[in-house]
């Protein structure tokens, strides 16, 4: 049962850990998972999404793989492009599949265990502060438990000229496995970056992945922070992003969901400065009895900041969808612009979403719309396609790549577009 | 080549076509007027195969085959283009790729391989010219953000592309300045031979000084009440259509 093998694991890292700022924080957070146990249907937040099948299966979290991630790894998409990796399997760093090309030294890509004690004036000024542990259950587990992640630190006025790949394995060829996956992302002012995360998995067992992600974007900064998730077989998968957000950055996310039994994302905006832009995008697109939910939350805090959300779902066989957006405007974010909309075709009748778009504005002078559409391929496009001799199946195919690349179109590298869209074809 | 004996259609359970007859043979041109409602566009949507109309009596036969049986898709690669009255923007889809699949899906049909690239691309310059078409358009989606002459012109220039032997035009020249009609008009000129036909529907002569018809119906209340040469238009345009509405009650 999950809850006693995280017990034993987090017993078994209390044993061996030496007592220091950051056992502590571990401790704590374990504590607080206890009390709050996994969440259920009863959550308002967690109303569509059942985690009782997690619930009565036996994790392992574990370190151990057997199968050949390095022929896996070598036929996936990001083996054609040319990018910083770095490789962790069952959330673990692999240093052998990892590969740095950035050459500026000031500029810091690695993983956070070796980051911890080689950076820890960074790291402890930031760790932590941005993901709430408090009354969330899943950040508490991620932090309780935590194996390791990607440490990237760009200082003041530095671009890191590549992609960073953040990959994760999940390699179940053994036991089910259960990942902790933690990223801590730091971009001083002026500085950018382009982040991808990816997710896979291999094996024949389950795998629970359970991310946090911090990303804390200073003053005049940019932020490409893309997701990309293609766990198969049977994988669940939590993920939990903080952006935040200082004055004058943009931040660009785009989250694609292709492939996981059960997926939710949260992802979570703050936005503490003035003139700020934030771009939330994503897709996604379940099959068979699949379920993905996203949660995404912009906090407006401050005046003269725009965000922009477009997420869109193509629902095939009985897969389920879940939809919130919550928008916060606070009470001294005037002129804020903030815009959402969830667009949703049903290719069954079967398939079901659940969909929530949510404004809560407490300033009065404020520009905000939001809306959700579920529906079918619309008649008008279609007939025109056949109309020039088209057969439906292929014009059916055409519209639906065209729904959805809309939104692998946000992401700034072409190449990785073009793959992606190669994927997305592949799933319709 | 068209056929249309005694069509009656529908939609929503209201009676649109009352019994429509119309003999269209290659090489002529037809044009259809009529007052607003009469059921031009009705016609061209039902021949064209959209499924929100259903033929109630009568029978279409195209090229000696039943029209009325075919998908949409294989009107289409018989040889049955519409040219829309009101073009649809498709986001996502561009031009190239739209006109890429169209022209190799007829090709399949025909038992043809598909078009080299190259020759497509060669294809597409020379019939991009017929309508004077801004070759950036074609990498952008389908008609988004074009203008409305730009929309019109890309229908010719599909019909140009995809070569019909019947062509219908559905009120073609609504909301065109008189310069777009003209290059849409000169577009289809060139596409007249002797082995395709044209069914012209508008409201206006105005177009037909452009695209001279061999013969002008006059459709109303869902059939053809009248039916002449290019001068029956002209005739129209100076007296409107209040006449013929008379001659029709006056003789029923």
Redesign the interface.
């Known amino acids: 049962m999950l809850i006693e093998n995280i017990k034993t694991a987090f017993t078994q890292y209390k044993n061996q850990a030496e007592v220091s700022g950051f056992s502590v924080l571990r401790e704590q957070a374990y504590q607080e998972f206890e009390k709050l146990g996994l969440p259920t249907t009863k959550n308002e937040e967690w109303k569509y999404t059942n985690l009782k099948v997690l619930a009565n299966k036996d994790f392992e979290s574990t370190c151990i793989s057997s199968g050949n991630v390095k022929a896996f790894l070598q036929n996936a998409l990001l083996n054609k492009i040319t990018a910083n990796k770095l490789v962790f399997v069952n959330g673990t760093f692999n240093l052998e599949l990892s590969e740095i090309i950035e050459k500026d030294n000031s500029i810091f890509i690695t993983n956070l265990a070796k980051a911890r004690s080689l950076h820890a004036e960074i790291f402890n000024q930031h760790f932590g502060k941005y993901a709430n542990i408090e009354n969330n259950a899943l950040n508490s587990l991620n932090t309780a438990l935590l194996s390791d992640g990607a440490f990237i630190y760009v200082p003041t006025n530095k671009t890191v000229e590549f992609p960073i790949f953040i990959v994760n394995i999940a390699d179940s060829s053994d036991v089910n496995v259960l990942n902790q996956p933690r990223n801590l992302i730091i971009v001083e002012k002026s500085a950018s970056v382009h982040l991808i995360e990816m997710y896979y998995s291999l094996g024949s067992n389950s795998v629970f992945t359970n991310v946090v992600n911090e990303i804390y974007a200073n003053e005049n900064s940019h932020v490409e922070h893309y997701k990309i998730q293609q766990q198969e077989g049977e994988s669940y998968h939590n993920n939990f992003t903080q952006i935040f957000q200082e004055a004058n950055t943009n931040i660009n996310h785009v989250t694609l969901t292709l492939d996981g039994t059960l997926v939710r994302n949260n992802l979570h905006f703050y936005l503490n400065g003035q003139n700020c832009n934030s771009l939330l995008y994503g897709l996604y697109m379940p099959h068979g009895n699949s379920l993905v939910d996203n949660h995404t939350r912009v906090d407006h805090a401050q005046p003269n900041c725009n965000s922009n959300e477009l997420y869109k779902g193509i629902m095939m066989d009985k897969s389920v969808a879940v939809f919130n957006g919550k928008i916060m405007v606070h009470l001294d974010a005037q002129k804020t612009n903030a815009y959402q909309r969830n667009q949703n075709i049903l290719l069954s009748d079967e398939a079901t979403v659940n969909t929530k778009p949510q404004l809560e504005i407490f300033a009065d002078d404020v520009k905000c719309t939001h809306g959700a559409t579920i529906g079918q391929l619309d008649e ?2 279609m ?10 199946d ?2 059916r195919k ?2 639906l ?3 959805a ?2 939104i692998a179109e946000k992401i700034k590298i072409p190449e990785l577009v073009t793959l992606l869209e190669e994927e997305i074809e592949k799933k319709l | 080549m068209l056929s249309i004996k005694d069509l009656k259609a529908e939609i929503e359970g209201k009676k649109i076509l009352n019994g429509l007859s119309l003999e269209v043979k290659a090489g002529e041109v037809h044009a259809i007027m009529g007052p607003n409602g009469a059921g031009k566009s009705t016609l061209s949507s039902v021949l064209a195969g959209r499924a929100e109309y259903e033929v109630t009596s009568g029978s279409v036969s195209y090229e000696g085959k039943n029209l009325l049986d075919m998908s949409p898709e294989d009107r289409a690669r018989e040889g049955l283009f519409l040219a829309f009255q009101y073009p649809i923007e498709i986001p996502g889809v561009s031009t190239t790729n739209f006109l890429k699949t169209a022209v190799n899906e007829k090709r399949k049909y025909l038992g043809l391989d598909p078009m080299e690239a190259t020759d497509f691309l060669k294809m597409m310059r020379e019939k991009m010219d017929y309508v004077e078409m801004d070759k950036s358009l074609t990498s952008r989606s389908l008609n988004e953000g074009f203008s409305g002459g730009e929309k019109k012109r890309n229908e010719v220039f599909q019909m140009a592309m995809l070569e019909p032997k019947l062509c219908i035009m559905d009120e073609t020249d609504s909301g065109l300045d008189i310069d777009a009609l003209r290059l849409v008009s000169n577009g289809v000129n060139k596409l007249r031979n002797k082995d395709n036909a044209f069914l012209v529907i508008t409201h206006y002569q105005r177009l037909l000084d452009y695209i001279v018809p061999d013969f002008v119906h006059v459709l109303y209340k869902g059939r053809i009440v009248k039916s002449g040469d290019k001068e029956l238009a002209k005739e129209l345009e100076v007296k409107g259509y209040d006449w013929i509405k008379q001659e029709v009650e006056a003789n029923s």
């Open positions: 008008e496009p007939f025109y396609l056949r109309s020039r001799g088209i057969p439906e292929v014009a055409m519209l790549n065209a729904f690349d809309d």
